[in-house]
């Protein structure tokens, strides 16, 4: 597994999901840490990888909308070839935004319901588990990932919602410690609870939640890890 990780100007996360990934792959063998590279959003091509990673943080001052300069980045058009040929592409928290914003997922993400950066770890429920990046959680199981967003309120169209859910484009769910959907367990606002989301060929996935910053327990939790290990060894 190759992988690269795109850094934007404003990307705070940039550094953590190439520290995790690196981590976990010198640790499984799945990849040598040196696969994994960092790529300026400046760029024209990516080298020849297998993931593509898009990072949290504020890209571009999160001017205009969250993500929607990125999504206009040089090395985005690359990104979306990659997508659309079948790469891997993982968007975290303002990556999602981006995603959005490029249209490599469906729906949009709007302010929080309260206004208020939301900023702890919460519990999701694991929606779907056969892809290549859910393949190492159990249906329904519970982890806990930290957020850290103030645009994470996930909404699409009624139509939309209902073609993704009949396709299993959900990826997580906001939910209570004993795996309930409730709207006091929606630390944002989301529709339907939804934490993460699939494209169609659910190559690509979308997630607010941070996977990097769970990925060793010695910084809090792993819940995380499990993702990265899959990609890896994908």
Not at 63 to 77: D, F, Q, T, V
Not at 159 to 186: H, P, S, W
Request: with cysteine.
């Amino acid at each position: 597994m190759k992988a690269a990780v795109i850094t934007f100007p404003g990307s705070n996360c940039d550094r953590d999901a190439y520290s995790a990934l690196s981590a976990l792959a010198a640790v499984s063998g799945a990849a040598k840490p040196s696969d994994i590279t960092k790529v300026w959003h400046g760029d024209a091509a990516l080298p020849k990888v297998d993931l593509v990673v898009l990072p949290g943080g504020f890209s571009y001052g999160d001017y205009l909308r969250s993500g929607a300069m990125a999504a206009n980045s040089p090395i985005l058009k690359d990104v979306v070839a990659h997508a659309n040929r079948g790469g891997l592409t993982l968007g975290i928290c303002n990556g999602f935004q981006i995603l959005t914003e490029a249209g490599l997922v469906p729906g949009v993400l709007l302010r929080n319901a309260g206004l208020k950066f939301v900023c702890k770890p919460v519990q999701l429920r694991v929606e779907s588990t056969a892809t290549a990046f859910t393949k190492n959680y159990n249906k329904n199981q519970v982890i806990t990932i930290p957020v850290a967003h103030h645009d994470g309120n996930y909404f699409a169209a009624a139509d939309t919602l209902k073609a993704m859910e009949d396709n299993d484009q959900i990826a997580f769910r906001y939910c209570t410690e004993d795996g309930q959907v409730t709207a006091e367990a929606n630390p944002n606002g989301s529709l339907s609870n939804i934490a993460g989301v699939f494209n169609a060929g659910k190559n690509v996935l979308g997630m607010m939640p941070h996977p990097e910053r769970y990925a060793d327990s010695m910084v809090g939790g792993a819940d995380g890890a499990p993702m990265l290990q899959a990609l890896l060894a994908a």
